[in-house]
Each structure stands twice: as structure tokens, then as C-alpha cells.
């Protein structure tokens, strides 16, 4: 018998994310290789048995979590993953959702993409529905390219908004690499090239939600309770998640991939020194008294990038401590039955979580997290 | 640590309803909020993990579970029953099973009702299959409107079975509520009325289930055991629980509504009064002795509607503690993994259940009881 | 409170099957009728949370999955079974899967064929699609039948492979019983021979996978480490399942009868011979050291067709302890939380498995066994 009895107790009873930093006389090794392993199933396995999306299975919550899903199977080679990937593909019929021109609609097409490649079968994946939106949403004219939307978000580029920039890149960019076709990266560039100039704030370091978070100088300007500006932590998290997918997929030669490795080095030196004492991002980076908790989506991004940038040499080994207490603080927030909580709602700049809030995206931050905690020893 | 470790023990292996009277040393409060919410979301996670249908999954029977689902959501205000909602429903493509002429058919759209009025998302929701569906119902004409179908049930009204009046009237009152088009709740009495003409036992304050178990002073007049008319529970369950659920959204100045109120009192009352000991309902409601144990989804409707008229001013407050009993007793049909037991399969008339016997109906009223018990402090 | 402190924390942390042999003071007793039906549902409960397919929820490995339900349902009468059988068959809208001259995408309708002969509505199944392939499948020409395919399987009949003689005759005999119509049985005949003809070694009197495996007398013929012949464990399995299901709802007074009941006897008494120490077959049935641990979906298949032939009287009674010994090393793979692990992957040779490898016909195979190790009493 492994554990005495008061152990198998208070296993039974561990606590979550809230309680995390109390001491418990038995705790997990939460870097223990198996230990991580079991967490990320749990994880998986809850997910699955509470389907949740926006507005359709294949949007672009989902898009995130089979992203998660995906690089789970990557790192460990457990069938549970790539069952959980197909199963979801098969019954979406390989389709990404319905908006041509809206990048969240592609971003399930990442996971398309990687049991296409993965996956021995061959003739199984279907590539053609990607293959035509990517087609359309790259090079065929629309409302937001044009310029012509008049809205308070100022949808007058592309991928007007940060979180665009997790959504569709990656995707493209895995796209150039099965399909051999290097100038959809062209594209890419010149699009994502367009939202670094808009909303990357040079001072700070840190991306703009969308336009209205960007300060113009003038009094109505948005700013948090104590006067700086508003960084939303998963927005930030979009962005420097993508990166590391995008780095990882990206030719090595390919001659734009400087201002990517620039621009990931830069965001995560910066994420790492607001790095909060306990380890977690607040929702708001730059005014995290006013929602003073851990939130998981935005800290599970930070902790994939961070934890994939030291294990691929972009970061300094010196960071792995403050990666491995971010990590620690979001073990600490998954329920004992599975369930990834103090997940912040859909949503578009700061807001509260809880104890028990959650979403598939939410698990995808936590499995991505995972995937290259695993490899961080 | 909460519970000492015998509390652990017992708590793993608490039985369920047959052994429900039995002391035992530790017993869970079933009163308490967080316990009810608890029990009512493992009940969920437990009938989503255990698909189970008649014939489809937009039928009937998951029709009155959905309803439960939305009642649950409308108190708790918990994402994971708005998650199972939208996701049915997407599933579903928002269709209504396919017999225009049949009430069972309709009973799946209250849920895509509530969706479509409590998700804050515009345009998600497709009512129109919907609409399509009651217009046909109501306004066209069909082999049971005329009369002119033979069976032993006479089948000469549109609604000839008293499970009719929770299968669409609700949902059109729901309707008329969201799409502000009153005239639907003038066809709908008129066939209210029919169905009330025919099946209500004025003596005996029930319905009988359909025309097979109305006497007509014959020898062969279908009798219990006893000698007693036949008066189903479930069957009771079904209007009794669809009259709360119409009182609460029918317009306080609609012309017919005293006749809904008085028939809700009346049946209230007579549900009481032949409530047994355990607090439990038989399945033949005056003949309990046949199959005396208590059966879970008639108990579970009436629990529902009778909090609702506590909760809302329409029964006095002294019948709370038979209300209690009655939860106290559904609770304790719950099996530790969430299942609702004690259900008595689909049918017609009185069956006896078991302690295995679930359906997702009955989960539905397990739900429907929960959410009002809720606001019963 | 049925158990003591120690057995309860003994019982949560049971080990799977590579530890089945050590002794724990408190075993659960696996030849229990409750526990048997216990361990089976679990089984069903964790299949259904963890849905997996080779390339579509209608191919085989489903059909043998779902075909190990309906045998679960057949001898316990649970609902539950009843549940995930109609739930598949409406989800796949009674469709095989697509290839007609392919004998693996018809399994799936053995569950199909179940569900309209025990189900009581009438009208809900749909057995067009089943028929149309049957007619295709066994009355028109193809490549394979026609002997123009050109691959080193040799595939120039119908059935090339003895997996085949598990997917396609059992559901052709059942249609048969269904639908009266015998003449179908004569076609699969002649099928079923050309394939015993060709893949039946009639001194080792086991299957030969497919041609590969064959000798011919030349030096290339494939060998074993040992040097014996390759007879797989899973792909006999396959056949001897097959023919137990054949034998239960053949007509006594087929003209052929003798030939398979014959051929089952053949068979069972050579597997018994070769049964290992610990009960369990590998992977390699002459070559047991080459992967020395037992595999689930061989054994599973093996103990289902040996305790069939006891219960109907093809088998000596003299066998149960051996059939008994597989079933407790079979019960000991399912882990705690349902999981039936140590089943080889798809595969079409001997290939080692693990303590967590699963596949839904590897679930499958194991109510297969349990359905007929209830009845051994």
C-alpha cells in the first residue's frame, strides 16, 4: 500500500487553485512526470464529457482546446488524445466554422491539420475545406480588409483584434509546412505585420486587446482603476501562444522569422517580470489588485510559451523556477474530478473568474502548458 | 480536513432509496444549498454521459429532461447546464422531432425557448423549426383534430393523452412569451379545454391517462386490484408540473388564467392529501399497495410543482414539510455516481421501478424538483 | 458498513493486470454474478466516454465494440446496453460504413440487426441500408472476388483474411434469422470456404492471418523468432468468436451445420491446448515469448467462443476451470475506472500491448466474455 490512510483521506479532499498555497502534509509532486501525465488526461477526459462551445462545435473555443489537445499528443504519444482528436474531426466533417473572413473560424483546423500529419492512415483526413478557407480568408477582398466597417472596435484590418493572432497563424503556418506551399507564409506576414503595427505596444511590450484598448491621448481613453493601461492577460497570452506554435513550424529560413523570434523574446522577458508572486496572471496585466486572483487561460498560454521557449534555447534556463511556480499555481487550480477551473469566461478584455469557472479553451491553456512542462527537466 | 475518516467511509458507500429510511450515523444534509446543487449537477453530468431516448434524440423524452436542464439553469444560473442546452441544441440543428400532429414531438423546443431567450448571444438560436412546428400543430388539420382515427385510446382529440398537456402547452406559452403573439394561447385552451373535458375526474380531482381509463359505469371498466379507478402518477405528473411551468410565464392578465390557477390548486391539493408516509408517490396513485415503493419521476413533477406553488403564492406555506419529504425521499433515489434511480420506464399506466431504473425524463423531474426545492428556505 | 477501513483504501488502489497475480488479502471475487455485471458496465461506461474508431464511428471496430453489447444486453437485459446500441444506431443513422466489397464495413450491423429484433417499437429500425449492402456485398462482383488485385496479401477472394469471418457471416446469419431469408446462408458458404480453404492449417488446425502467412515451402516464409509459424492471436479470436455467434442463431437444420460446428470443436480444443500458464494468451499463439504477457482481445474473443461451447453443449464441462482461469486474468487487465487495457492495437500480426493500450473491440471482446462467464455457473 502506496499511501497510509490519512493520505488516501486528504487526496480525497484536496483542495483547488483558491487553497493552493496552503500547505498540505501530503501534497502531489506536481512535476512529477506521471503526475503531470495523469493531470493532463483528467483534464482531457472532463473536457470531453462537458462539451461546451460559443456558438458551434467547431468555433473557435474549441479551435483553442483541440490545439491543447494536439500538442498533448505530441509531447506523450498517448492514443487518448489523437482518439479525441479524430473522434472530433470525423464528426465536424473536417470543416472549419462557417466565416470565411474571420480568423477564429479557421482555428480549428490546427488539430485538422495534426491528425492529418500524424495519424498513419492515409486518405483518412479530409484538407479540403481548410485548403478553401485559408484560399478565401488570405486572398479574396472582404468587409474588414477593405476598411469600409464602422465600428468602435475599428475592424478595418484583417485580424483587427490580438486573440486573430493565435486563431489563424499557426493554422497557416502548419498549413506551408504539410502542403509545401511557402507563399501562404507571405501572406501571413504581411497580415500579422498589420496588427503588430496597430495594437503592439512598443513601451510596453504588450499587445492591445483592439483599438479601443490602444490610448489615442485623449480623456476617454480606457484605463484600469489605478490609471494604466488595460492589457488583457489571455489576449497577451493569444498572441505569445501563437508564437511559440508558430516558431516551432516555422522554416528556419524563412526570412521573416526574426521578427518573430524578436517579438517572442521580447513579450516573454516582459510577461515574466510582471510574473506575479504566486505565480499566476491577474486578468488585467498591468492592474492585477483589480481581480487579485490567478486566471488559467492567460497563465496557461504564458506558461506553454515560457516553458517551450527555454526547452527550444529562445529563453534563458534562469526563467525554469518562475516557470515551474506558474505551473505549480495552475495544477493547483484543477478540481480533484478533472475540471480546469478559475478559467475567465468568453470575453474580450478583463473580468473575474472563479473556483469553478471554465471552458474548453481554458483546458486547451492547461494541456498546452503540460505538453512542455513535461519536457522542462 | 472536513470529515473525520469514518464520515469518508460512509460517505463512499451511502446507499440509495430503497435503504433511504435507514439511519445512518452521518447522513448528508439534503437540505443543504451546496448539497442540493451538487446532487442536481452529478445528476446532469451522469444522464449526458448516459445518452437514452424513445426513438430520437429530439423526442420526448428528452424533451421533459431539457426542460429540467433549463428550470435548473433559470435557479442556479450554473454554465454547465447552459453548456448542455446549447449543445443538444446544435446537435439537434434546433429541430423538433418529426410529427407535427403529436405533442410528444414539440416538448424538445422549450428548451431551444429558453436558449434562445437566456444566452446572450444574438442570433445563435433558429426558432423557426419551431414556429413551423406549432403552426402546423395548432392551425392544420389532422386525423386526430377530426375525429376520425379508431383505436381503444380514442384518439379524437388532439390531445387524447394527458402527457400531452406538459409536452406542448408549456412550450407554447413559452412561445407566445418570446415572440409576443398572444393568439397562440386562444387555440392553445381551446384544445386545453378539450383534453380537460374528457380526462379530468372532477370527483377524484386527476386525469386519467387517456379514455381507456375513464369509467363508463361498464363491467369492464379497467380497476385496480383494490377496485379503484386507475390514476397514474407520472401521468399526474406531467399536468401538474406543466401547469406550474405555464403559470410562471402565462401573462397575469391572460382571460383563461384563473382556470389554470384553480385547476393547479385543486390538484395540488389532492396530490397532498395522498401523499404516503415515506413521502414518496406510487405509481398508481390510488391503489399504492400494487407497487408499493416510492417512483421517482411522478414524485419528482409533483415535488417541482408543488415548491413552485409554495415559492410563488399559490399554496400555503404549511405544506413545506411534505414538500421536504418528498425531496428528502427523491434525494435519496440518487445513486453516488448521479444516476437517478427508481424511475419507472416509459409506459402508459402503473409499472413498478427499481432501484437501477432510470430514464432521462426522470432526471428531468429530479432536476425540476431540485431547482424549486432551491428556493424553498 | 460492509467492509473494514483497510479494504476500502485496499480496494481503491486494486492494480490492473501485470500485477493480477500477486495476492491482495482482499480480492474482489471475479466469478460473482454482481461483480461480473459490475465490471462489464464499468467497461460499457468508459467505451462510451471514450469513443475511438480507426476512421469512422461505423467501421469495424465499432461493429465488434457494439456486437459485445448487444451479446451484454442479450444476457443481462440492462438497459444501459439497450441505451448505447440505440444511441450509436440512430447517431449513424443505421448505416454501415462505405466500402460494399469490403466484409469490415457490415459488422457495424450486427448491433443494427440486434436493436430491430429486441427493441419492442416497432418501425424504429431501419435495416434498408444493412440489406442493401448484404446484396452487393455477397451477389455482385468486385476486385477482390474477380482476382484481378495484385497485393502480397493476395487478395483474390471475398474474404482474404480471417478477421473477415468475424465481421460479415455473423451478421449475414442474423439477417437470415431476421429477414427469412436463407438462401443468403448458401453465398456465404461458398465465401466462408474459400477462405477456410485457403487460411485454415489443418495441422496446426489454426488461422493463418492471410496469405502472408502462409508457407509455401521457401525460404522467405515468415517465421517467428522461434521459428514457428505466425498464428495470431486476435485474428483467430476473430474466428472462433465469429463462429460461436454463427452457431447460436444458425437454423439446427442448415445443411452445413456440421462443417462449422466442427470446425468450432477443431478449434477450441487446439486453443485450450495452447492456453498459457496464467490463462491469458499472447499475442503469438506458438510464440509465446516473443511478447510473453497475456492480450486482452484474443483472450476476450477465446474465453466468449469456449464458454459459449460449454454453455450450449459443444464443450466438454471439463474445460470451465480453464475457462475460468482466462476470464479472472481477463477481469484483472480492466483497470479501476473501467478501462480494459492490454489489448493489442490495429494490427494484422502479433504486436505487443500494454497496461493502458485499449481499443473499443478490445471492450468489445470483453463483454463478449463476461455475456457467457454469467451464464457458467
Redesign the interface.
Known amino acids: 500500500?502506496?499511501?497510509t490512510?490519512i493520505a488516501?483521506?486528504?487526496f480525497?479532499?484536496l483542495s483547488s487553485c483558491g487553497d493552493s498555497m496552503k500547505s498540505t502534509s501530503v501534497e502531489k509532486d506536481v512535476f512529477d512526470e506521471a503526475q503531470i501525465k495523469s493531470s493532463m488526461i483528467k483534464a482531457l477526459?472532463w473536457q470531453?464529457?462537458?462539451?461546451?462551445?460559443?456558438?458551434?462545435?467547431t468555433d473557435w473555443t474549441n479551435g483553442a482546446y483541440y490545439t491543447g489537445v494536439a500538442r498533448a499528443h505530441k509531447t506523450t504519444g498517448?492514443?487518448?488524445y489523437m482518439?479525441a482528436l479524430?473522434?472530433q474531426a470525423?464528426a465536424n466533417d473536417w470543416q472549419p466554422f462557417e466565416r470565411l473572413y474571420h480568423a477564429d473560424d479557421i482555428a480549428i483546423s490546427y488539430s485538422y491539420l495534426y491528425v492529418a500529419m500524424n495519424e498513419k492512415?492515409r486518405d483518412?483526413a479530409d484538407l479540403e475545406p481548410t485548403k478553401n478557407f485559408l484560399d478565401t480568408h488570405l486572398y479574396e477582398d472582404n468587409n474588414w480588409k477593405a476598411g469600409t466597417n464602422k465600428s468602435k472596435e475599428d475592424k478595418t484590418i484583417l485580424w483587427w483584434w490580438c486573440d486573430a493572432l493565435f486563431m489563424a497563424p499557426p493554422v497557416i503556418n502548419l498549413y506551408v509546412k504539410h502542403a509545401k506551399q511557402p507563399e501562404y507564409l507571405d501572406v501571413m506576414h504581411k497580415y500579422y505585420m498589420e496588427t503588430y503595427n496597430r495594437l503592439y505596444d512598443q513601451e510596453e511590450q504588450l499587445f492591445a486587446r483592439d483599438m479601443r484598448f490602444v490610448w489615442k491621448g485623449n480623456d476617454d481613453d480606457r484605463k484600469e482603476p489605478n490609471g494604466k493601461k488595460v492589457f488583457w492577460s489571455r489576449g497577451n497570452g493569444w498572441v505569445i501562444g501563437g508564437l511559440a506554435l508558430l516558431l516551432e513550424d516555422m522554416p528556419k529560413d524563412y526570412e521573416h522569422r526574426a521578427f518573430y523570434v524578436n517579438l517572442y523574446k521580447e513579450m516573454a522577458n516582459r510577461i515574466l517580470e510582471i510574473q506575479p508572486e504566486d505565480g499566476l496572471w491577474r486578468t488585467s496585466l498591468l492592474d492585477p489588485e483589480s481581480n487579485d486572483h490567478g486566471e488559467v487561460s492567460g497563465s496557461g498560454f504564458y506558461t506553454f510559451a515560457l516553458a517551450w521557449g527555454i526547452n527550444n534555447g529562445y529563453l534563458d534556463k534562469k526563467h525554469t523556477p518562475a516557470v515551474k511556480k506558474a505551473w505549480k499555481g495552475i495544477a493547483a487550480c484543477q478540481h480533484e474530478d478533472g475540471r480546469v477551473g478559475w478559467v475567465q469566461?468568453i470575453g474580450a478584455f478583463p473580468e473575474p473568474a472563479s473556483k469553478?469557472?471554465?471552458q474548453n479553451f481554458g483546458t486547451g491553456a492547461f494541456l498546452l502548458a503540460g505538453s512542455e512542462i513535461l519536457k522542462l527537466q
Chains 1, 2, 3 share one sequence.
Open positions: 500500500m502506496k499511501y490512510i488516501v483521506i486528504a480525497l479532499f477526459e470531453e464529457a462537458h462539451p461546451i462551445f460559443a456558438v458551434h462545435p498517448d492514443m487518448m482518439a479524430k473522434n470525423v492512415r483518412f469566461n469553478d469557472s471554465y
